[in-house]
């Protein structure tokens, strides 16, 4: 079975998909039409420093949030507003618009990303770590910093399932895990090498070892060991150590990625299996007309030559 680099993200009421050279996003409107926008991406990233391994992780992972979120906000605005006197700009909306125009927008943007990694980093880093050097572990001995990098680590992990879990009660989010689950079986139909069809891909599974759902769960985990490592100072260092090492996660994080998805082995399928649990919660089963939207943006990011997207 070929692997794919060609990855994506759901959206409101539609999909984006990533490819080697471009990348798509597919809105299904209110009134059922479905508006396609394509982008070419940047070579820059894949040259030279940039494709050392951890290296290629760390800016990966920063580009696919600003992406991201761009894919993200463009989907808002198809979103309607049930009060007709919302959709009309303030005074001073306007007034910002027509000084800046699109450069307020670009950064909104990295506004967004930045306070969406702040909140990540804060719920899921900082204040696991906060919580526990308040009890009272012996942190002088080794067996104290192991309990406390492993309690540490555990209150992480919660935090983390369980925001998943609160934040998929929403009925919002459920059509945007349905929008999860028509990108993962699309990816997997054209994995199979099988025509791009609405019934060929309802037969696939909603979850994919290459999810960001699993890239998450492996952060978490190699960032138990890594601050493992770091040892245990002052609360304060404690903060600008784990800050400092983030990058770091995130680079490992995308190697491990990048490793268990290139083969289907034991050591590969442990890797992917608590990641592959995972999106029974972010995952949902798509209607045929979900599939169609990600269908649509998928095949706009394809390119002619079969090996330049391979995993």
């Given at each position: 079975?070929?692997?794919?680099?060609?990855?994506?993200?759901?959206?409101?009421?539609?999909?984006?998909?990533?490819?080697?050279?471009?990348?798509?996003?597919?809105?299904?409107?209110?009134?059922?039409?479905?508006?396609?926008?394509?982008?070419?991406?940047?070579?820059?990233?894949?040259?030279?420093?940039?494709?050392?391994?951890?290296?290629?992780?760390?800016?990966?992972?920063?580009?696919?949030?600003?992406?991201?979120?761009?894919?993200?906000?463009?989907?808002?605005?198809?979103?309607?507003?049930?009060?007709?006197?919302e959709a009309?700009?303030?005074?001073?909306?306007?007034?910002?618009?027509?000084?800046?125009?699109?450069?307020?927008?670009?950064?909104?943007?990295?506004?967004?990303?930045?306070?969406?990694?702040?909140?990540?980093?804060?719920?899921?880093?900082?204040?696991?770590?906060?919580?526990?050097?308040?009890?009272?572990?012996?942190?002088?001995?080794?067996?104290?910093?192991?309990?406390?990098?492993?309690?540490?680590?555990?209150?992480?992990?919660?935090?983390?399932?369980?925001?998943?879990?609160?934040?998929?009660?929403?009925?919002?989010?459920?059509?945007?895990?349905?929008?999860?689950?028509?990108?993962?079986?699309?990816?997997?139909?054209?994995?199979?090498?099988?025509?791009?069809?609405?019934?060929?891909?309802?037969?696939?599974?909603?979850?994919?070892?290459?999810?960001?759902?699993?890239?998450?769960?492996?952060?978490?985990?190699?960032?138990?060991?890594?601050?493992?490592?770091?040892?245990?100072?002052?609360?304060?260092?404690?903060?600008?150590?784990?800050?400092?090492?983030?990058?770091?996660?995130?680079?490992?994080?995308?190697?491990?990625?990048?490793?268990?998805g290139r083969?289907?082995?034991?050591?590969?399928?442990?890797?992917?299996?608590?990641?592959?649990a995972l999106?029974?919660?972010?995952?949902?089963?798509?209607?045929?007309?979900?599939?169609?939207?990600?269908?649509?943006?998928?095949?706009?990011?394809?390119?002619?030559?079969?090996?330049?997207?391979?995993?």
């Open positions: 079975m070929k692997k794919t680099t060609i990855g994506g993200q759901a959206l409101l009421e539609g999909v984006m998909m990533k490819g080697p050279e471009s990348v798509a996003i597919a809105i299904r409107k209110s009134d059922g039409e479905i508006v396609l926008t394509r982008k070419l991406l940047s070579k820059v990233t894949k040259k030279g420093f940039f494709k050392l391994p951890v290296v290629r992780g760390i800016v990966e992972f920063w580009r696919i949030m600003v992406i991201g979120v761009k894919a993200i906000m463009y989907s808002a605005d198809f979103i309607e507003l049930e009060d007709e006197e009309k700009p303030s005074r001073i909306d306007a007034f910002i618009n027509r000084v800046f125009g699109d450069k307020i927008k670009d950064a909104v943007i990295y506004f967004a990303v930045i306070l969406s990694l702040a909140f990540s980093i804060g719920l899921f880093i900082l204040l696991p770590n906060i919580v526990a050097g308040f009890l009272h572990f012996n942190k002088k001995t080794v067996s104290g910093l192991i309990y406390y990098n492993l309690f540490e680590g555990a209150l992480r992990l919660g935090l983390f399932v369980g925001y998943l879990a609160l934040t998929s009660m929403l009925k919002d989010i459920q059509r945007v895990w349905q929008y999860h689950g028509a990108e993962h079986k699309t990816i997997s139909c054209y994995e199979h090498e099988e025509e791009l069809t609405v019934e060929n891909v309802r037969k696939y599974t909603t979850r994919h070892p290459r999810c960001g759902t699993s890239f998450m769960f492996i952060v978490m985990i190699v960032s138990i060991l890594v601050f493992s490592f770091v040892g245990w100072y002052h609360p304060i260092i404690n903060v600008l150590l784990r800050l400092l090492l983030i990058p770091v996660v995130a680079g490992i994080s995308y190697e491990i990625l990048k490793f268990a083969s289907d082995g034991i050591i590969s399928r442990i890797l992917r299996a608590p990641g592959m999106q029974g919660i972010t995952t949902r089963e798509p209607d045929d007309k979900q599939i169609e939207v990600a269908i649509e943006a998928f095949k706009n990011v394809m390119v002619e030559d079969r090996e330049a997207d391979v995993w």
